[in-house]
């Protein structure tokens, strides 16, 4: 009797033992170090652990804006992101991150929700060919904690508010346009955009150590000019996109229309690019100059 008091004691003793080892809880991510910056904006934009694939998907309207003219909304906006980061390091730098992602948005009536593939461009009064995005790769350079010579440079760029954090992140966009010739910097014709994005979460969420993808709601503001395939022709004017969305658990959880574009149209959106993946980005105007044959204007122009 006394030899299985003995094994019923050592049983429950070890029993104990894994239940004490199993509520404890990893360290708290500290946003006062480099290191706990990097975690916790990992967590944010991808997961903390490698090659785990996450997904943001939103959903929003476009607006058409040109002087003198009430504002028309164009389109319903509905995408996604596909992505996952792995971790790169650097003897001075240390350890850090690269965020490999592609995209979609669709083009739906603002109305109906119907995709479209030909729209009536009311500022020209015909029809065009929609080119829906589907930008790959959207990769970002890695970040790491320190800078080359080993100082601190992650920042936390976030504000917290009672029980929740956000981040603001404004993201003016200027540069030579692909479709352009080679003298815009005498001409014009540069790429002009503006991306605002939002980020926002609660802090225990963000700040919790066994847990590796936070809890994330965005919201996503876009200023840009007339989309290539709208065939504007430089006319005066921009378009505008206001959307909200959320970091989701899987591809099931992408609404139904998105699922149903990636099935049938853009089945490699189902994955992230290679973690290996080198190649430029690519944004809506070189996809449409890859996908487009260029033609010229007649003397004199035309609509």
């Not at 890859?290 to 204007?297: D, F, G, I, Y």
Request: glycine share 6%; net charge neutral.
């Amino acid at each position: 009797m006394k030899i299985l008091q003995n094994i019923r004691w050592k049983i429950a003793s070890a029993v104990l033992s894994v239940c004490a080892v199993s509520t404890v809880s990893a360290e708290t991510i500290d946003l006062k170090t480099p290191e706990g910056i990097i975690e916790a904006t990992r967590k944010i934009y991808c997961s903390s652990t490698d090659q785990k694939i996450t997904r943001y998907m939103f959903d929003g309207y476009i607006h058409g804006r040109k002087r003198g003219e009430a504002d028309k909304l164009l389109f319903r906006s509905t995408g996604m992101t596909v992505r996952q980061c792995v971790s790169v390091e650097d003897e001075k730098r240390g350890k850090g991150y690269k965020l490999i992602t592609r995209e979609i948005m669709l083009y739906r009536d603002p109305v109906t929700g119907e995709v479209l593939y030909k729209w009536e461009n009311p500022y020209l009064g015909r029809e065009v060919d929609v080119m829906h995005v589907s930008n790959d790769p959207v990769n970002q350079r890695a970040s790491f904690p320190y800078d080359a010579e080993g100082k601190p440079a992650a920042k936390w760029i976030g504000r917290e508010i009672k029980d929740s954090w956000f981040i603001n992140l404004t993201v003016p966009l200027f540069y030579h346009n692909t479709m352009q010739g080679d003298y815009q910097k005498y001409v014009g014709g540069a790429y002009h955009a503006t991306e605002m994005f939002s980020f926002m979460g609660k802090t225990d969420d963000l700040l919790d150590g066994d847990k590796d993808v936070a809890n994330v709601d965005i919201s996503w503001t876009r200023l840009s000019d007339w989309l290539p395939w709208m065939e504007m022709q430089g006319r005066e004017g921009i378009l505008y996109v206001n959307a909200i969305g959320k970091l989701l658990d899987s591809h099931d959880e992408l609404p139904q229309v998105l699922k149903d574009y990636i099935r049938d149209v853009e089945p490699k959106y189902m994955t992230p690019p290679p973690i290996d993946d080198t190649r430029p980005n690519a944004t809506t105007w070189t996809v449409f100059k890859e996908r487009t044959e260029p033609q010229r204007l007649p003397f004199g122009g035309h609509n």
